[in-house]
């Protein structure tokens, strides 16, 4: 329906001109609020318009309010977010993560590596608690019969074992720890002597260590999971005065990396074996020093470079 028809309005025979309605009533229709009925000085009680008039009248205004051109927007209008404030807000939103996820990784690793540490702690304590029984127990005219390497210790000791059928008390035993550097495993070995031992060894190389008579031997792993683990001999040189009136002097220990046999007892054993499960995490390392118990022999130390020769 045109504009135009909303001009003048015949009914019966007569015009009558189109009604100015009320500016809250357009501004509302503007709005999108469009009015039910008409103004009441067009459609009252005393209109002499009809009422079908009057509907077409409705429906006409009814029908140009909905195509009437809408209003521009209000100064409070909310625009859309540019370029540059989502690049702001990616950055931001880009350091937070980074600084909260730093946060979480650090807290993450810490808690494991003190729970690492504990558990290296106690297994490494085990061990050591182990070596620590047995050397403390070693068997003194047995002595020329120690042998060992940087990976392996073989010692006769007087203990229970500890995996035998006879458990009546301490038995006189073979024992031997051998460390494998491909699976990472610590092997204790025991056997039981059944037999003398020899009592002399006239050449090392030359000894058949077959004449030794053993019985029930027994192997099984004491630790698992290891980086490296290695023995080292700790000699104590004599001091060069001996007077009991002068106090003694400190002198420097030789180290050796292996013992043959023949040498006897070293003043004390150094231990030091690490744990380590990844290669980015920090290894666990523990080192201790166990000194001889029973009687050694003591010499000048000239004569222990003599002795250890290459070992040192």
Request: hydrophobic share 35%.
């Amino acid at each position: 329906m045109s504009r135009a028809f909303l001009q003048n309005v015949r009914v019966h025979g007569q015009e009558y001109p189109t009604p100015s309605f009320p500016r809250k009533w357009e501004s509302r229709t503007r709005q999108g609020f469009p009015k039910t009925t008409l103004d009441p000085r067009v459609c009252g009680d005393d209109d002499p318009l009809s009422r079908s008039d009057c509907q077409r009248l409705r429906a006409t205004d009814i029908t140009h309010a909905r195509y009437r051109p809408t209003l521009p927007p209000s100064k409070n209008h909310h625009r859309g977010f540019t370029l540059v404030e989502l690049l702001v807000a990616t950055m931001l939103l880009t350091i937070v993560m980074t600084a909260v996820y730093t946060l979480f990784f650090t807290v993450i690793q810490s808690w494991r590596s003190i729970e690492n540490d504990h558990g290296y702690h106690r297994k490494s304590r085990n061990v050591l608690a182990l070596i620590q029984r047995e050397y403390d127990n070693v068997f003194a005219p047995a002595a020329y019969l120690m042998e060992g390497t940087p990976h392996e210790l073989t010692l006769f000791v007087v203990a229970p074992p500890m995996q035998s059928e006879d458990s009546s008390g301490p038995h006189l035993m073979r024992v031997r720890y051998r460390y494998n550097p491909r699976q990472g495993e610590l092997e204790r070995e025991e056997a039981l002597i059944e037999a003398a031992l020899p009592p002399f060894i006239p050449d090392p190389d030359s000894f058949d260590r077959g004449r030794i008579q053993l019985k029930q031997p027994n192997s099984f792993v004491v630790a698992r999971g290891l980086k490296d683990f290695d023995f080292r001999y700790v000699w104590m040189p004599q001091p060069d005065s001996s007077y009991w009136r002068n106090a003694p002097v400190p002198v420097e220990p030789l180290i050796a990396s292996y013992h043959r046999l023949k040498w006897g007892f070293p003043q004390a054993l150094d231990i030091r074996l690490t744990y380590q499960d990844e290669e980015d995490t920090p290894p666990y390392v523990a080192e201790v020093r166990f000194p001889t118990r029973t009687s050694t022999l003591r010499r000048e130390r000239y004569q222990l470079e003599n002795i250890l020769g290459d070992a040192l």
